[in-house]
């Protein structure tokens, strides 16, 4: 049986989650505010931790770290309800696993905590096609830097 927690204090987006899992999960339900679920997430074997931001009013990339301090261990999948390239890239940054939508539909969520259990990192494919973008901008970058060398400077380099 996996342990995973769900910490999220919107209802509907909260049973749209647990629907994604299969009952080979035992499911806990965590505010990330409480002392409480604190404790639970470090005292328990939780091995994934599913956080919906718009939950929780405190600095979003501040609540990884908390998570993190807690349960080292887990992985962490974060959904946002206006998901951003820039968050996502911070999320991962940060250690999150997985960035998603938390309105993603139940065969989303499984394709994504299916990726991360194997030791992938999600995030939606369009954000996946805007960090390819980034990386080839930088290649292109290094590229003109190279040409405004001089000949001298080149062999130097």
């Known amino acids: ?16 989650i647990k629907a994604a899992f299969d009952v080979e999960y035992s499911i806990v339900y965590v505010d990330l505010s409480s002392v409480d679920s604190a404790a639970l997430l470090a005292g328990s074997h939780i091995s994934l931790i599913m956080v919906h931001l718009d939950s929780f009013n405190i600095d979003r990339l501040s609540l990884i770290d908390q998570i993190m301090s807690i349960n080292p261990k887990a992985t962490i999948f974060v959904l946002s309800d206006i998901p951003s390239f820039a968050e996502a890239k911070s999320m991962i940054e940060k250690g999150a696993k997985g960035y998603a939508n938390s309105k993603m539909l139940i065969d989303g969520i ?11 990192i999600w995030m939606p494919p369009s954000f996946v096609l805007e960090l390819i973008k980034n990386i080839k901008k ?6 003109d830097i190279v040409y405004k060398l001089s000949k001298k400077e080149y062999e130097v380099a």
């Open 138 to 143: 930088n290649e292109h970058s290094a590229d």
């Open 110 to 120: 499984r394709h994504a905590i299916a990726s991360v259990e194997y030791g992938d």
């Open 1 to 16: 049986m996996k342990n995973i927690a769900i910490a999220c204090l919107n209802e509907n987006i909260r049973e749209n």
